[in-house]
């Protein structure tokens, strides 16, 4: 009956989600409301796809919204009014041959049309953009009132030689809304290769989406170690990390002469060992947080000068406070900073079991590298949310980790418990590779460590 018919009466769909986890509130979930960018997503497969959403956003036991939701609401509603602000198509020469009414597609009232003449089922609509324009948003909406009638279209753009394809789709309906890569020109085509009856279009938009910019954080310091007190790192603070097999904990000791705090820094040293009663040819400086703090989403800073020479490897990381996930890698690992030798650049880097385990490395990517200021102190930092990882330079975003909510592996994001904090001088390994004993003492030297949450 459908593929016989003339036409097809429009009925609206409903699409139904929650902005949590459930329908009803729980204070345990205020962690997981849905980003900006993730409503964004869900406006254009629900409202972009010719349908109506219905976004649950339910009150707490005072009858009131929560504040989260609230601020991740109005980071959307920013999103949408910037992306959909300007339409880059106003103002265009348009050509139809075989239309009429062609100003109606760029008069933003639905109760105007562009159809075809007599009874043409395809078109082709040219668009001079008067100038060259950057977008990645197409908008189509068919005169809905006559029901839908375009089966496919097809968006085309001038690179200077020739037509090349954007996009295209099958229905349109009262909204249709398609995202692309980018794209730079002065001039796109509309082609409608199929359509019940004449076609009937009531608005053409050309958009760039608006960069996603995070919820507002307000940050308030919940942790510190300015190092104020000479002599050995603050016990109610820091612990030995333990000597082990690992390359980086293999020479781990606990004296004098690998972690000290002297002057309002804290050094941590690699050497060579002179410890009779100790076989290790060196010794290194390993500390961390374990049992002492850990904090679950934040931020991290440490302002560390890195020392350079061979076989020396300085390191910046996070590990689970619990086993909750299983043993390394399923629990997650965060590298804030490794460093080796005397590269210019340092490392970030994630580890879990979706990565290690399943070997997805590059989707997303696990992994980046940044250039710092050699020889002086940086700021190495983290910013961890719900929903992604940031890695930073003296306050510069390098590096992202997102989570991915349709995981069905379950091991993808692990980062969703307490991490504690990890600082060492590692010498020798894999990957730094041999030792050059005249490069010692190889000292990492750490002005503060900070840790933030946000106040809400």
């Not at 082609?191 to 009937?200: C, E, G, H, Q, Y």
């Not at 619990?322 to 970030?348: C, K, R």
């Not at 490395?361 to 992604?388: E, L």
């Not at 003492?441 to 460590?449: E, S």
């Amino acid at each position: 009956k459908i593929l016989g018919a003339k036409a097809l009466i429009w009925y609206p769909a409903e699409a139904d989600v929650s902005i949590r986890p459930g329908w009803f509130y729980h204070p345990s979930q205020d962690s997981l409301v849905k980003s900006p960018q993730k409503l964004m997503d869900i406006y254009y497969g629900s409202v972009g796809r010719n349908c109506v959403l219905l976004l649950n956003v339910p009150p707490d036991k005072e009858g009131l919204i929560n504040q989260h939701d609230i601020k991740h609401l109005m980071a959307w509603k920013k999103l949408v009014q910037e992306t959909f602000s300007t339409n880059l198509a106003a103002g265009a020469v348009i050509r139809s041959p075989n239309g009429a009414h062609a100003k109606a597609l760029l008069d933003h009232d639905n109760s105007t049309y562009w159809t075809t003449r007599g009874k043409d089922t395809t078109a082709v609509i040219e668009f001079n953009l008067q100038g060259s324009k950057t977008f990645d948003v197409l908008l189509l909406q068919e005169e809905i009132r006559v029901g839908q009638r375009i089966e496919k279209f097809e968006l085309d753009y001038w690179n200077g030689q020739g037509w090349k394809e954007a996009t295209a789709g099958t229905t349109v309906g009262y909204k249709r809304l398609l995202r692309f890569k980018p794209i730079t020109t002065g001039k796109v085509r509309l082609t409608i290769a199929s359509s019940r009856l004449n076609p009937m279009l009531a608005e053409f938009g050309l958009f760039k989406q608006a960069a996603a910019s995070p919820a507002p954080v307000h940050w308030k310091m919940v942790w510190q170690d300015e190092f104020s007190k000479d002599g050995k790192p603050d016990s109610s603070k820091w612990t030995f990390a333990g000597r082990g097999r690992s390359d980086w904990n293999c020479y781990c000791a606990d004296n004098d002469s690998t972690a000290w705090v002297n002057d309002g820094k804290l050094y941590l040293s690699g050497i060579l060992s002179k410890e009779a009663s100790d076989t290790a040819k060196y010794q290194t400086g390993c500390i961390s947080t374990k049992g002492k703090f850990s904090f679950k989403y934040g931020k991290l800073e440490v302002r560390a000068k890195l020392p350079r020479g061979q076989g020396t490897w300085p390191a910046i990381w996070l590990l689970p406070a619990t086993n909750a996930h299983g043993g390394w890698p399923a629990g997650g690992e965060i590298d804030v900073m490794e460093h080796l030798n005397f590269d210019s650049i340092f490392y970030q880097t994630i580890h879990s079991a979706y990565i290690d385990k399943l070997h997805h490395q590059d989707d997303p990517k696990h992994h980046g590298t940044a250039t710092f200021k050699v020889g002086q102190f940086n700021v190495f930092g983290m910013q961890w949310s719900p929903d992604r990882i940031d890695l930073l330079i003296n306050g510069k975003k390098t590096f992202s980790y997102p989570r991915i909510e349709s995981d069905t592996t379950k091991t993808q994001w692990p980062f969703d418990q307490p991490f504690y904090i990890l600082l060492d001088q590692a010498l020798g390994g894999n990957w730094p590779g041999q030792v050059n004993k005249n490069d010692l003492p190889a000292k990492m030297v750490v002005d503060w460590v900070r840790v933030y949450q946000d106040r809400e």
